[in-house]
Nanobody, 112 residues
Framework: QVQLVESGGGLVQTGGSLRLSCAASGIIFSINNMGWYRQAPGKQRELVALITSRGTTVYAEFVKGRFTMSGDNAKKTVYLQMNSLKPEDTAVYYC??????WGQGTQVTVSS
């Protein structure tokens, strides 16, 4: 059974930083084909960052230069380092594998 468990969310002030983690189990893990999405209240889920099957990291325009996605195959974990956070980054952040398996999400709240 595939499980993705996110952690690291919380409350932070504008300009602050958080590091999200997503630990995978029950899957032959590769950081390729992993991704982060987010969903704010009343809005659709949107892509934040992903690593393609070829190992290229793709970022949404609104996080370029602020967020960095990385991973550790040995730990079966991917990370999302979020810097210079803004109130509009407030959302539930989800980890996905192959856009097929999803974690339960972790809340990120950025206060102004």
């Amino acid at each position: 059974q595939v499980q993705l468990v996110e952690s690291g969310g919380g409350l932070v002030q504008t300009g602050g930083s958080l590091r999200l983690s997503c630990a995978a189990s029950g899957i032959i893990f590769s950081i390729n084909n992993m991704g982060w999405y987010r969903q704010a209240p009343g809005k659709q889920r949107e892509l934040v960052a992903l690593i393609t099957s070829r190992g290229t990291t793709v970022y949404a325009e609104f996080v370029k230069g602020r967020f960095t996605m990385s991973g550790d195959n040995a730990k079966k974990t991917v990370y999302l380092q979020m810097n210079s956070l803004k109130p509009e980054d407030t959302a539930v952040y989800y980890c996905t594998a192959f856009n097929r398996y999803w974690g339960q999400g972790t809340q990120v709240t950025v206060s102004s």
